[in-house]
Each structure stands twice: as structure tokens, then as C-alpha cells.
């Protein structure tokens, strides 16, 4: 089984400061991990992905992720926050026994401040 | 442009109806999904299909139907055993089997009036 965590319903952060939206994971064998980010009202975005390799990620919009196999984590970051970057951020992990199904966390409601 | 379309993008259903969301897609990706968003739930899985005639059951099967006569299309029912049916529906494709994500329509509101 596999299971995808976001502790925080929202994170709170002004125009320029860095912004870290959390994800915990947990998964048997090598995990394949997703960001995606979703405005009012629409479908989501991909920003990210984790297969393998470096453990950091580079995606859309200025936004990065941490992977951290000891801490089956894996943190969004983005260093200097923007009023437009304020939606819902979803965090997905792929499904042990499947070729492609994701399984998403709760989101996290990520507000950023003028 | 490739991409997912999925109508209407607000939909009332009478307590007892079906209805029925439709979910286009021309990128010629091979497995669709749909999810149902709730808030503070995410995202849960109804129903997918990896090819044409063929789909299987997600983690919230009950109350929806689907098909998939055709690799573009996959409607989802929602019938009136639903009996939560007000919600946010996601509409998704992808090449199964690789790493990449999903490609997601805008999503239909539907309420029960």
C-alpha cells in the first residue's frame, strides 16, 4: 500500500520569503513523486516529478523539490514567493501496484501576502 | 493544442437523476482517469482505464459508471445511488507505464438541487 501525507492545510508566507509546502510519503520500493498545483475553480498543474537521480528537482515557475529517502520526504520550495503563487498544491505519489495511477495528498492552501 | 476538455463546467442534478459528465481528449494518451475533489479530501480515484474497453474500479467506485468505447472519450455516470454526489470532477489522461504525471481537464462543479 501506499500513502501520501500534507501536514499542513495551509502555510501562510509574504511576497519575497521563501515558501516549503510539506509532503511525507510512504511506499514500498522506489517511489515516483508529483507536484501539481491547482487555481480556484480548475483542473491541476504539474509542476514536478521524482523518479530518480538527483535528489533535488527543478519544475515550472521557479519551483524545486527536495527528495529525502531517509525521511521519506518530499518538500516543495521555492525561494522567493510570489503573490501569484497563492492556490492549492497537491502532492501525488504513483500507485506500488499500478503502471500510472496516482494517489494525491489532501493539499495544502498556500497563501502568500503583499 | 493538445489538451483535455471536459463539459459542462457546472452541472445541477434533481435528488434521483442521472448525469452524465463528458471528458475529451486529443493527445492521444492511452489511460484516463477521473477523481473526485472534495474539501480537505483531495483527490480520490473513481474509476481509469488504460485502453479502449476496458476500465477498472478506483477507490470510490460506487454510485458511478463509466465507458470507454472510444480512446478520446470517457464519460462518467453519476447515477442515483450516489448518494454525495455534489462535488468537483477531475478528468485526467497519461501514457501508462511511464513517469510521467497527468494532464488535467478544468473540472465540472456538480451540485444536487
Known amino acids: 500500500a501506499q500513502s501520501v501525507a500534507q501536514p499542513e492545510d495551509q502555510v501562510n508566507v509574504a511576497e519575497g520569503n521563501p515558501l516549503t509546502v510539506k509532503c511525507t510519503y510512504s511506499?514500498?520500493?522506489?517511489?515516483?513523486l508529483f507536484w501539481y498545483v491547482q487555481y480556484p475553480n480548475r483542473g491541476l498543474q504539474f509542476l514536478l516529478k521524482?523518479?530518480?537521480?538527483?535528489?533535488l528537482v527543478k519544475g515550472s515557475y521557479g519551483f524545486e523539490a527536495e527528495f529525502n529517502k531517509s525521511q521519506t520526504s518530499f518538500h516543495l520550495k521555492k525561494p522567493s514567493a510570489l503573490v501569484s503563487d497563492s492556490a492549492l498544491y497537491f502532492c501525488?505519489?504513483?500507485?506500488?501496484?499500478?503502471?500510472?495511477?496516482?494517489?494525491f495528498g489532501a493539499g495544502t492552501q498556500v497563501v502568500v501576502t503583499p | 493544442d493538445g489538451g483535455i476538455t471536459q463539459s459542462p463546467k457546472y452541472l445541477f442534478r434533481k435528488e434521483g437523476q442521472n448525469v452524465t459528465l463528458s471528458c475529451e481528449q486529443n493527445?492521444?494518451?492511452?489511460?484516463m482517469y477521473w477523481y473526485r475533489q472534495d474539501p480537505g479530501q483531495g483527490l480520490r480515484l473513481i474509476y481509469y482505464?488504460?485502453?479502449?474497453?476496458?476500465?477498472q474500479k478506483g477507490d470510490i467506485a460506487e454510485g458511478y459508471s463509466v465507458s470507454r468505447e472510444k480512446k478520446e472519450s470517457f464519460p462518467l455516470t453519476v447515477t442515483s445511488a450516489q448518494k454525495n454526489p455534489t462535488a468537483f470532477y477531475l478528468c485526467?489522461?497519461?501514457?501508462?507505464?511511464?513517469?510521467?504525471?497527468?494532464?488535467f481537464g478544468s473540472g465540472t462543479r456538480l451540485t444536487v438541487v
Open positions: 485526467a489522461s497519461s501514457i501508462p507505464g511511464q513517469g510521467g504525471g497527468y494532464t
Open positions: 511506499v514500498s520500493g522506489n517511489p515516483y
Open positions: 521524482y523518479i530518480t537521480g538527483d535528489n
Open positions: 501525488a505519489v504513483r500507485y506500488t501496484d499500478s503502471w500510472g495511477k496516482l494517489q
Open positions: 493527445l492521444n494518451h492511452d489511460a
Open positions: 482505464s488504460q485502453i479502449v474497453n476496458d476500465f
